[in-house]
């Protein structure tokens, strides 16, 4: 086992070093003007493997007001009340999102490799969606996957720090020496502490520093940080 965690670690290193470097040649996008809204307390995911999808659904939200507020009260112009409850609606939104993030075309129609639904959505189909869709982003904005790695975890806190600095939302992967196992999103914080959205209980998660450079997060029972979904060079 320790082989394996070993060899894991190299390879998130390599993969680390790429996406650090791929990040200078994009030129970052532009701030986002004003304060953000938290996502609203009890927006859980409606299965174990839809975390990623409703971290989409909750950066929509934070990123759109008008659909934030569809997801609060059914209410839109120009069309008739939905009658589903909250809960409902979001839950019905996530499971959308996560068919349609996982077939064998992303939101724009280019072709992709398909994902089984059971094993969650990668870093990489969450990045198109963000892209094609927007999240605290417009649509179109390119976003990218940096991988953390365990050498390099305080620069990589750094750089998520320093994108919610600039009012967007990050989701981040978190799991154990072996494997990502859970998403979360990443919606305030500064060089002390991240604040987080988690789907697996509806409620903010308090992420230090310390713990996040150390891989000994307490996150719905994860501690290794493992990828960060970001705008291009954020």
Known sequence: MRL???LTARLRHALAGRSSSAREAVPPPAPVVGPRPRPRRGWV?????TCGSACLVAARALGDASYAAWLETGEVAGRPRDRRTPGRRFADEVLATHVRTNRWSDAS???RWAWPLRLGTTPWALARELTDT???TPPGTRHRV??????????AYDVVARAVGRGHAVP????NRLLPRHVVLVVDGDEHALTAYDPSSGRPVRLPREAFVRGDLRVAGWSEPWFAVL???G
């Open 109 to 111: 129609g280019t072709p």
């Open 45 to 49: 995911q409606p299965d174990r493997t």
């Open 4 to 6: 394996i965690e070993d």
């Open 134 to 136: 927007g999240g605290t």
């Open 146 to 155: 940096r991988t953390v790695s365990p050498r390099r975890r305080g620069e």
């Open 172 to 175: 981040l992967y978190v799991g």
């Open 231 to 233: 705008p291009a060079a």
